[in-house]
């Protein structure tokens, strides 16, 4: 039986079909060239992620990451030679000098002199007649009973001066800065005329280096474990769980406020009448012994807080994304939105303890800046990086507490490196985006709290301004305080 004649409609589609080879050509082009325009895509969704190419996973790593403490912990045990405290009849009453930070690493080792001394300490005093005019006590700030109950084992520590001795004449000692074990033996003499001695000021009395093993463990387990806040501010730490609900976190030590700018001089980006005001203010506080300061000078010497702007640069370039939830850890920003703005459109997720908290759970804290600074410590510490616009006490004390902890991720800006390239921006020489970032990002790879030995004492420096030049035992208590894994 013949076939059947095709439909029209047929014939017209034979036409429009090539034979088979052609047709399978077509086939093979079109496949390729999808796989091309998939390919293709995803390269351009790993490029938007990180210019470098690296994989998400790299870049989270590079990001948030911190080894997990690099095999470190803290190692703080007392050694074999260690004698229990005896009750002394010799006391020694300080006053701490500063803001919170300051007090604490103060207190701290106030608790290490007294062992040195053979002396029982009374609970410290605190600053309540500096800047901050804050009237806080020691119990207000710090949880006391815990305090003397975890150093019973080192100092004895009472809350008060036995009654009669209050009367009674004392030594009004100021210690020599940074000095070693064999000053404080010394000042053991004072013993045989008085019970009483008193430190009008206590902020670094102690050397950072070379003092007995158990001394710096003393000032680790006072500073790390002893010296806890009291309960009201502890339960606001419950503003870490907040900010974590949202995911990771930084924690930025913004000090662009009033104080720090004018006693540092910096005034890159003010206008004429605020420059005038922080000059006024740095002449009439009389103990700020520097007030001719050239602010451009400072700047390029990588003396001065970073702006706002600049962070926000800064964090950009390092490749955090827009949606990065960035607490505050600050005062008030002098300029408030008007140098904030730049920064919030980075990074609109920009948050204060003001915005955090409740009015109602602030109320307590509003008039008391030690307060709400020990808030912002607690909240620095705990977060997932931290970053100081400025190299001031809260900063190296978080710094140091995150190092005790596991080397928590810190990334300390080179400012004088950075504003290189911010003022190369300006002059049109440098566009933000990929080769911004590439500069950055190398300046920042060994910055970034990564375990390391104390630095000593900078090239050139003589006599004490060898110890001032010193960092700070409580910015790194590495390797007294931090040892391997399989060590202790």
């Known amino acids: ?24 050509y077509v086939l093979v082009l079109l496949a390729f060239s999808a796989f091309i325009f998939l390919f293709s895509q995803r390269q351009i969704t790993v490029v938007d992620r990180n210019p470098s190419d690296e994989s998400f996973e790299d870049l989270k790593e590079r990001l948030w990451g911190s080894a997990s403490g690099y095999g470190y912990r803290p190692c703080v045990k007392r050694t074999q030679k260690y ?8 006391y020694l009453t300080v006053r701490s000098n500063g803001g919170l930070n300051q007090m604490r690493t103060g207190i701290c080792d106030m608790v290490a002199v007294a062992r040195l001394m053979n002396a029982t300490l009374v609970i ?3 600053d309540k007649r500096s800047f901050w005019q804050d009237t806080s006590t020691f119990s207000d700030i710090f949880d006391e009973s815990h305090f003397i109950n975890s150093l019973e084992g080192d100092v004895h520590i009472v809350r008060e001066l036995p009654k009669e001795l209050e009367s009674a004449p004392r030594a009004r000692k100021h210690f ?25 000021k206590s902020d670094s009395r102690l050397a950072n280096n070379d003092l007995p093993i158990d001394i710096q463990r003393l000032r680790c387990r006072a500073m790390y474990d002893a010296l806890r806040f009291s309960n009201p501010i502890e339960r606001l730490g419950k503003l870490v769980e907040r900010l974590k ?14 104080d720090m700018l004018s006693f540092t001089g910096c005034t890159y980006g003010l206008n004429d009448m605020e420059a005038e005001e922080l000059r006024i203010m740095r002449e009439i506080t009389n103990h700020w012994k520097l007030k001719d300061i050239n602010s451009t000078e400072q700047r390029l010497g990588g003396f001065c807080p970073l702006t706002p702007k600049e962070v ?3 964090l950009q370039a390092l490749g955090y994304p827009s949606s990065t939830w960035i607490y505050v850890a600050a005062g008030e920003i002098y300029g408030g939105e008007t140098y904030l703005s730049d920064l919030r459109s980075r990074f609109p997720n920009l948050v204060f303890k003001e915005t955090l ?3 109602e759970e602030l109320k307590d804290f509003s008039s008391h800046s030690s307060q709400t600074a020990a808030i912002d410590y607690i909240i620095s510490v705990e977060s997932d990086v931290f970053v100081p616009s400025y190299t001031g006490n809260m900063a190296r004390a978080v710094e140091g507490h995150r190092r005790f902890l596991g080397h928590r991720k810190t990334i300390n800006p080179d400012r004088k490196g950075l504003v290189e ?28 709290g990564a375990p390391r030995k104390r630095y000593g004492s900078l090239p050139g420096s003589k006599g004490r301004d060898r110890l001032r030049t010193e960092e700070s035992f409580y910015e790194n208590p590495f390797p007294e305080c931090i040892c391997l894994a399989d060590k202790h």
């Open 245 to 258: 609900s949202h995911g990771q976190y930084i924690a930025l030590h913004l000090r662009f406020e009033k």
């Open 1 to 24: 039986m013949a076939n059947p004649r095709p439909s029209s409609h047929r014939l017209l589609r034979s036409r429009l079909v090539p034979p088979p080879s052609i047709s399978c």
């Open 83 to 90: 004698a229990a405290p005896q009750k002394w009849n010799r």
């Open 421 to 448: 390239l911010f003022d190369m921006i300006d002059r049109g020489e440098l566009k933000e985006g990929a080769k911004l970032s590439s500069l950055v990002s190398e300046m920042h790879k060994y910055r970034q």
């Open 357 to 359: 908290a409740t009015k």
């Open 176 to 200: 020599t800065s940074w000095s070693g074990a064999s000053y404080y033996e010394e000042m053991s003499q004072l013993w045989k005329d008085y019970q009483v001695i008193h430190v009008p």
């Open 312 to 314: 926000g640069i800064f």
């Open 124 to 126: 410290p005093q605190l």
